[in-house]
């Protein structure tokens, strides 16, 4: 999955207007523009489609985890540099403040069965032994039972 995809997904599944895409990266200390935003959500056949850089991507997850949560005591965590699917998943698991069950559930939503046993190794240190990487498979069935959760339909 590219970034502007998940931006894209993230976007349609909350119904973010731009101006709040652009509070959102805002609070994750990355200034923003609808030009931008839009440039970002526009298909990767477009002419104008500007891919959306790792850093951006995780400003935005930043931002969206203080909306959501409040802001933590202290500086703001930095963007990462790069951003991997485990780090995306993780974001949003914390922005939305889901317990391990409610993830169960949206993946399985999502069409994708995992066990609680499964799903703790995508949260686990990239040095850990039992560290699994997130596919975009998981990744995509998250975000779809997202969708059905929050939206009530599905993408076709």
Known sequence: MTNNDILRRIRY???????????????GDWQVNRAQISDW??????????PLSDEGLAAFLNGLIIDRRGK????????????????????L??????????????LSGGG?????????KFFRKPGHKHYRECKDQALRAFLKGLQI????????
């Open 13 to 27: 599944t909350f119904d973010l207007d731009d101006s709040k895409v652009i509070a959102i990266f805002g609070l």
């Open 41 to 50: 959500l526009k298909q990767d056949a477009d002419e104008a489609f500007a």
């Open 72 to 91: 933590r005591e202290g500086a703001a965590p930095a963007a990462e540099k790069r951003l991997n699917n485990n780090q995306i998943f993780l974001k």
């Open 93 to 106: 698991k914390i922005a939305l403040e889901l317990q391990a069950e409610t993830v169960l559930d949206l």
């Open 112 to 120: 994708l069965k995992v066990s609680k046993n499964e799903l703790s």
């Open 149 to 156: 959760c929050y939206r009530g339909e599905e993408i076709g």
